[in-house]
């Protein structure tokens, strides 16, 4: 599943633009090619090798033809990240056997909890989960509660959540908002539920309080983000 229908397109198509659509594909199959959550693992290596050279080609091409590549689509979700504290030195003196049932019981409670917020789970995050709610407080109450049911079978659970536009990639998202949830989850303190502003001000008027944890630097993220946490 190559931009170009055949490896010999690549070095033919740039000298006869009134017949592109023979050597590239149409901008639909483009955009659903680039929107499948999985369409690395069916690219054959050598087109993953010159990827950025097919993509810039196509882009001339498109030009040629007074068109444009696809834009991502992008939707405004609550993200929340939730992470095990300290899961190595709680694996180590657990050992293999309660670890694994410990852990049986944690994806059975967050499961179960997304479920009842009406949430979705994008995907595993190792020991933690990557999910989407439509709203920030379904999510913060989703976050909260499965804190406390882990801390009630001894093990200690973080989250972060952040509302934001995402970019969506097949069943997956990305995008700087994914970014801030994953980045509060991570200074986040053990049990407990850390937000951004965005969130925090979308709930205003739901009886939900919060503690302000002051103004933090997230690798990769510019700028400061004020940081709130769910009070108990």
């Not at 994806?107 to 439509?134: C, I, P, S, W, Y």
């Not at 407990?192 to 103004?215: H, M, P, Q």
Request: contains cysteine; aromatic residues 10%.
């Amino acid at each position: 599943m190559n931009l170009f229908r055949l490896e010999e397109h690549m070095k033919r198509w740039p000298l006869f633009f009134e017949t592109v659509d023979d050597y590239v594909m149409s901008v639909a199959d483009w955009g659903s090619v680039f929107s499948a959550s999985m369409f690395r693992q069916r690219l054959e290596p050598d087109f993953l090798a010159r990827a950025p050279v097919y993509v810039e080609d196509y882009r001339r091409a498109l030009k040629a033809k007074s068109q444009r590549t696809p834009a991502p689509d992008r939707i405004l979700s609550t993200v929340m990240f939730t992470d095990i504290v300290d899961s190595t030195g709680q694996a180590a003196r657990a050992g293999d056997t309660m670890w694994r049932s410990q852990l049986e019981r944690y994806n059975d409670v967050v499961r179960t909890r997304l479920e009842h917020f009406d949430g979705r789970e994008v995907k595993q995050t190792g020991d933690g989960f990557m999910a989407a709610f439509d709203g920030p407080t379904r999510g913060i109450q989703c976050a909260s509660a499965i804190c406390e049911a882990m801390r009630g079978v001894g093990l200690h659970v973080r989250a972060g959540i952040h509302t934001g536009e995402c970019e969506v990639i097949g069943d997956d998202l990305s995008g700087i908002a994914v970014h801030i949830a994953a980045r509060l989850a991570e200074a986040a303190a053990p049990s407990e539920v850390l937000v951004s502003r965005t969130a925090k001000e979308a709930v205003t008027g739901s009886n939900i309080s919060f503690d302000d944890r002051g103004k933090h630097t997230f690798r990769g993220v510019p700028g400061e983000w004020p940081a709130y946490a769910v009070s108990a």
